[in-house]
């Protein structure tokens, strides 16, 4: 074959090379597109099904609870001075009111009130004074001063991110603190889950694979941004660290 010839053949080989993959990077961004649309709808389905769950809740087992608070109440007016009968009515007070703490809690988990109510803003800050009494693990805040206003499906998704990995250093860091930073500027929105536990070492290669990790990333890469685990402050605990940014958020705001 002359030189020419190969050279020619060469470039035509190289430009059809060339047009393949361009196809195959369009086909896979197709592809990663369809699956983020997917995996929100499936988290706004789960997220709206924890929503009625909790609504049910609130508004069939909570107020039997209050009812049957009032009707006990009225009893132990009523009720003759006897010791045995008053022993029993505090013991089913005391069953009572536990219930009604656990169909809180289970309402909580479900759906955060406070979130649909208050914000964000507060319902990380309840959330993280809720995880330091339930643990013992001291869980700091910094949160910005200002309003957030974010859509309603980044609002949960960064809730259930940080709820993830607040359960992740409770199970596993062996932890006596945590922060909890959100941080918003011109760029974008930062949320930081940093802790003083034993961290992720190079023999846990496993633990940057658990379903609650892929929870975390699925949430972040829905919402169009990156997740990054790493070794806390000054190379102790690990860092959990979402970075949404704001060109994101914006056109979000304005679909």
Not at 22 to 30: C, H, M, R, T
Not at 60 to 79: D, I, K, P, R, V
């Amino acid at each position: 074959m002359a030189p020419h010839n190969a050279q020619s053949q060469n470039a035509n080989n190289g430009s059809a090379v060339a047009e393949k993959e361009a196809d195959l990077a369009q086909l896979l961004a197709i592809h990663n597109a369809d699956l983020r649309e997917l995996l929100g709808h499936r988290n706004a389905t789960i997220e709206a099904e924890k929503r009625s769950m909790a609504r049910e809740l609130h508004d069939t087992l909570g107020s039997s609870l209050t009812a049957l608070n009032m009707y006990l109440a009225l009893l132990q007016h009523e009720m003759p001075d006897n010791p045995a009968l008053l022993k029993r009515l505090d013991q089913m007070k005391t069953m009572l009111l536990s219930i009604t703490a656990a169909t809180r809690r289970l309402q909580g988990q479900l759906r955060p009130e406070k979130l649909d109510v208050f914000g964000l803003k507060v319902a990380l800050h309840e959330h993280a004074l809720e995880f330091g009494k339930r643990t013992g693990i001291a869980c700091r805040t910094s949160l910005p001063d200002e309003d957030l206003n974010f859509p309603s499906s980044y609002d949960i998704a960064l809730f259930r991110i940080a709820e993830e990995a607040l359960e992740n250093t409770a199970r596993h860091a062996h932890a006596s603190k945590v922060d909890l930073i959100l941080d918003e500027s011109e760029d974008g929105v930062m949320l930081t889950i940093r802790d003083n536990g034993c961290g992720i070492t190079p023999a846990q290669p496993g633990e940057l694979h658990t379903h609650g990790l892929r929870a975390m990333r699925e949430h972040a890469n829905y919402l169009g941004g990156r997740i990054e685990i790493g070794q806390g402050q000054d190379g102790q605990g690990t860092a959990v660290t979402v970075w949404l940014p704001a060109h994101i958020i914006d056109a979000a705001l304005h679909a």
